[in-house]
């Protein structure tokens, strides 16, 4: 029973981050149908940049805290301005082309990225500076950390900021607007091209914060960590029904439950043939689930309010 | 006040409008009538910068309208109901009309169009909260009409309002019209109903593949023969 309330809680840690991940996927693909497969790079790099401005903070002899926000701050920021660049360069030329065009782009776009992150970071692994305090908690035989319940209350958080702003805003009606008829939207006196930006900019804005979360979490960054993370989150919103807001939410955290409730269990399935270190598997075979028996995913129907 | 001058629109080979020219008065509501496929959308969609004109140009004002940004189209003062109404349908009736006066940020004023154009369409005012998807035709004819008011436009161009609505629907969509005219409103009036076309607006254009080919005074194109035998159905 412990295992099990373990592993609902490293599945919940691990499917906020996805959850946060997965948005960014699923505001793109609501307003323009795109699947944006560099936004896992967009993660990475968000990770990168905040091991070098907290990390040289720290050395500066900065107090951890504000190295911290101050990290945080500049991977949101160059995140954000990644993903308004991504949109301006790599997809809005193909507005119009047919849709393998743009999806064969987003996967060149990938490659670039990582590519230049290895330019720039290097090949190894580094370590993530230590951001937060490292404090232990147990609750009914689980044991949890300060880490883990800050990455919950922070992804929440992050996830109600976005609700309020897509249903409560202008900009957000515009977007939703814009999701369900470009054309008629533009007649109402929408930029379109502006609100697509947006989506690309929030987007990012939130893997920013999910790559700091995911640096907290594991202590260890790597230019390729982009792409599994990104595959999973992908996974996460087409398990919520691709351009759903609450489903990418709903989505991230299941698959995050179902994978560790996976690792913690597959070792007795299978009669210790496989181990944990097998838990990536769940994921694809959630996809292959998914997209055999309900594509349109979780709240994918035609009526779902898509943004 | 609107002047379309050799406007030419065409999808790839297909040339949909070819060189056509009229004007519209202020004050005035204006018939564009025509069988299926004459070009009547393509005109209006080429106006309001939803496709690019292939030649000719738009002036509306005095300004020449012809290569703006979509999106400028209703800050001029040129609102559409587009062919279908058009609607948000996982927005509510209140978030379309919102949308309509995307371009005013004044919410006072916001709130005195909303008055307004429920006191045109009380249903609306009825149906508020409720997506516009899940409304009868009817009642989306009467949101993407409201939602145009909304932007306080010079100009409406309606397209084709009574399609596919019941007969009361359509006397009661047109009422309004007529009334938002009556209240000075400049009107291009697009339909297929073209004896209802006529009758209320004050001149009108027919179009057939892509060219006008009679105008003149609505009660004068009611009257005419080649108009009755090919529009009215005598
Ligand atoms: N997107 C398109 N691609 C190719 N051809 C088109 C397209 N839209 C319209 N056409 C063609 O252009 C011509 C004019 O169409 P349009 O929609 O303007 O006619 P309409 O007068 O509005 O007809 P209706 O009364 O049926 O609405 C038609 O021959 C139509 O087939
Ligand atoms: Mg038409």
Redesign the interface.
């Known amino acids: 029973m412990d295992i099990f309330l373990q592993q609902i809680i490293n599945g919940l840690v691990q499917g906020s981050i996805y959850a946060l991940v997965a948005l960014g996927y699923t505001m793109v693909y609501g307003i323009m149908g795109l699947i944006n497969f560099a936004h896992g790079e967009v993660v990475m790099i968000g990770t990168l940049v905040t091991i070098t401005v907290a990390g040289s903070l720290i050395k500066a002899g900065m107090p951890v805290a504000v190295a911290g926000l101050a990290g945080l701050m500049a991977a949101v920021l160059v995140c954000m301005a990644l993903g308004w660049a991504l949109e301006r360069v790599a997809y809005r030329p193909l507005r119009n082309a047919p849709r393998l065009t743009p999806l064969i782009t987003a996967i060149g776009m990938s490659i670039v990225l990582q590519n230049l992150a290895m330019m720039i970071w290097g090949r190894n692994y580094m370590t993530f500076p230590s951001l937060l305090p490292k404090m232990d908690f147990e609750f009914a035989g689980a044991n949890f950390t300060l880490i883990q319940i800050i990455i919950v209350l922070v992804s929440a958080a992050t996830m109600g900021g976005l609700l309020l702003l897509v249903y409560r805003t202008k900009l957000g009606m515009a977007m939703r607007a814009t999701a369900q008829n470009p054309a008629v939207a533009s007649l109402m006196g929408v930029n379109i091209n502006r609100v697509i930006a947006a989506a690309f900019v929030i987007g990012s804005a939130l893997g920013a914060v999910a790559g700091v979360m995911v640096g907290t979490y594991y202590e260890i960054a790597h230019y390729q960590m982009g792409f599994m993370l990104g595959l999973k989150a992908f996974t996460a919103a087409v398990l919520g029904g691709i351009g759903n807001l609450a489903g990418a939410m709903l989505g991230g955290i299941l698959l995050g439950i179902i994978e560790a409730l996976g690792a913690g269990y597959i070792g007795d399935l299978t009669g210790g043939f496989l181990g944990s270190h097998y838990q990536d598997i769940f994921a694809f075979v959630v996809l292959i689930v998914v997209l055999m028996f309900k594509p349109s995913g979780l709240f994918g129907e035609k009526t779902g309010d898509r943004a | 006040m609107l002047e379309v001058t050799g406007l030419h629109v065409a999808y790839g080979g297909i040339q949909a409008v070819r060189s056509i020219t009229f004007h519209v008065n202020e004050g005035e509501t204006v018939a564009l009538i025509g069988a299926n496929g004459a070009g009547k959308t393509s005109t209006l969609k080429a106006i ?1 910068r ?1 496709l690019d004109a292939v030649g000719g140009d738009v002036h509306f004002c005095g300004e020449d309208i012809t290569r703006i ?7 001029k003062g040129i ?2 109901v ?1 062919e279908g109404r ?1 609607v ?4 509510t009736v209140l ?1 379309n009309l ?3 006066a ?2 005013h940020n004044a919410a006072v004023d916001v709130e005195k169009d909303l008055k307004m154009v429920y006191g045109y369409f009380p249903r609306l005012k009825e149906r508020e909260g409720q997506l516009a ?1 899940t409304l009868s035709g009817g009642e989306q004819q009467m949101l993407a009409i409201g ?1 145009a008011l909304m ?1 306080r436009p010079k100009m409406l161009l309606l397209d084709e309002p009574s399609m596919g609505l019941a007969p009361i629907m359509v006397q009661k969509i047109f009422e309004v019209v007529r009334a938002v005219a009556a209240d000075g409103m400049t009107i291009l009036l697009i339909e297929q109903n073209a004896r209802l076309a006529l009758q209320s607006s004050q001149r009108g254009y027919v179009m057939e593949s892509g060219e006008i080919t009679l105008n003149g005074e609505s009660a004068m194109l009611l009257d005419d023969p080649k108009v009755r035998a090919a529009y009215l159905g005598e």
């Open positions: 309001s939803v940004a979509p999106h400028h189209i209703i800050r609102a559409l587009p058009g948000f349908p996982r927005l978030e919102h949308m309509g995307y371009i998807g939602r932007s």
